[in-house]
């Protein structure tokens, strides 16, 4: 049976997620934006809010219930998300972040480790007085560029890991860059990263040589009073058009040591945590879209209702702006039911969600960008002054979301490729059943 009705428990969360925005989120913005748009004043002013979605439950709710925490399923992951970014879209992704830097330890196996996978996301699951605000951040990227990582003739992954047997640890060199709030409030550190690295003693396979490794906060602290200052730097704090209040330097690794147990996979399997991480996050990007979306359409159709722009009509009684609104509403729809469909689909394990995951995020990320261009042009030139309407700033946070993320052009659609590729290919599997 087909149905999009929230249960009574959805319909509480998305109004609850609704009264936060509406109090917390419009005011961080509105106390950020007189700050520097430098990569990280803004993100650093943003810590009370945080705190406070910390102490309503809103990062404990990121982590499953079976491991502890109050989170539902990834179609609840969604609402919420849709939710917070039709209010304000930079601190979301802060919050947001957390969420995709707990992703690997929630998918990893801690078969006989379970006291450690209790040990990393405790402080993520103590709501505390209202001034706890935990970070966790998922560095991936590099700067040289990710899309080929894995591929025959790409470089592979640049930071390294070299064993030290003597000391049962293991050496990280390199450089990472976009991973949301890995530099922590302090710029010293999340309290939680997770590191994609590489092992250069194995040179069977890009695959093979894959690691993911775990570095907490108190290990970041360990390495600088051990003489080594320099194992965790900021290279530079990147500045950004949209999401201004979020941080996603580039950082290097100086020989940090991090301790055998912080493993969390090896070769294949710590491959298929980052893609199965990713997955998820192709959906909540859809949602993101979608976020921006609604509030660009909002803002465009009260323009459209209550101004004549020098007539004796509204615009919304011209048929050419009404028309456009028309359209942006329907791709609206169409983009939250793809998003909702992909998310249902992954939560219940359909043979090709995977797919309807990336499909959603190039489809409803591309449709951002677009409506709040038509939106725009229904405004006018109005739509260009910065102070009286928000269209140059959902411009702004709009654009990044085709290219981040894993880029539509040099990843997304080329996941969607190779699943086409694949033998056995069932084009309707996801829709019909295989």
């Not at 592979?156 to 530099?183: F, H, L, P, R």
């Not at 950082?251 to 912080?262: D, K, L, S, V």
């Not at 101004?307 to 609206?332: M, Y």
Request: glycine fraction near 8%.
């Amino acid at each position: 049976m087909i149905d999009f009705t929230l249960t009574p428990a959805q319909d509480e969360v998305v109004r609850a997620v609704r009264l936060f925005g509406q109090q917390h989120l419009v005011s961080a913005r509105n106390q950020y934006a007189f700050l520097p748009s430098d990569g990280i004043s803004r993100f650093q002013s943003t810590q009370p809010t945080l705190a406070t979605a910390t102490s309503l439950g809103l990062v404990k709710a990121l982590v499953p219930a079976t491991l502890g925490g109050a989170g539902g399923t990834l179609v609840d992951s969604i609402l919420i998300t849709e939710e917070l970014y039709a209010v304000e879209p930079s601190v979301s992704l802060t919050l947001l972040g957390i969420g995709l830097g707990l992703s690997p330890v929630l998918l990893a196996d801690f078969g006989g480790r379970e006291e450690l996978r209790s040990q990393v996301l405790a402080p993520f699951l103590e709501p505390g007085d209202g001034t706890r605000a935990p970070l966790a951040s998922f560095c991936f990227s590099e700067p040289s560029g990710s899309a080929n990582y894995f591929t025959a003739d790409g470089k592979g992954i640049q930071t390294t890991a070299i064993y030290d047997s003597g000391a049962d640890a293991w050496i990280v060199n390199g450089e990472k860059i976009w991973a949301t709030s890995c530099c922590g409030w302090d710029t010293r550190g999340a309290d939680l990263q997770v590191l994609v690295v590489r092992n250069p003693a194995i040179e069977l396979s890009k695959i093979d040589s894959t690691m993911l490794i775990m570095l907490t906060r108190a290990v970041i602290d360990e390495n600088r009073g051990s003489g080594n200052p320099d194992c965790y730097s900021i290279v530079r704090h990147v500045p950004t058009p949209g999401h201004t209040a979020c941080a996603g330097p580039h950082i290097r690794f100086t020989n940090m040591r991090i301790p055998a147990h912080y493993v969390l996979a090896t070769g294949a399997e710590a491959v298929r945590i980052i893609i199965g991480t990713f997955t998820a996050s192709a959906a909540i990007v859809g949602a993101m879209s979608v976020g921006i979306m609604r509030a660009t359409f909002d803002a465009a159709l009260q323009f459209a209702r209550t101004s004549t722009t020098g007539g004796n009509f509204s615009v919304l009684e011209h048929q050419s702006p009404a028309d456009v609104l028309v359209d942006i509403k329907c791709r609206i729809e169409a983009c939250r039911a793809l998003t909702w469909k992909s998310a249902a689909s992954l939560d219940n394990g359909v043979v090709g969600a995977d797919e309807l995951a990336y499909e959603a995020k190039i489809y409803a990320s591309e449709a951002a960008v677009k409506t709040v261009a038509e939106a725009m042009r229904v405004v006018g030139v109005r739509a260009y002054d910065a102070e009286e309407t928000p269209f140059a700033r959902l411009m702004a946070d709009a654009m990044v979301l085709p290219i981040f993320d894993g880029g539509n052009q040099g990843i997304r659609r080329r996941q969607i490729q190779s699943i086409f590729q694949a033998d056995g290919y069932e084009p309707w599997a996801a829709t019909f059943g295989a």
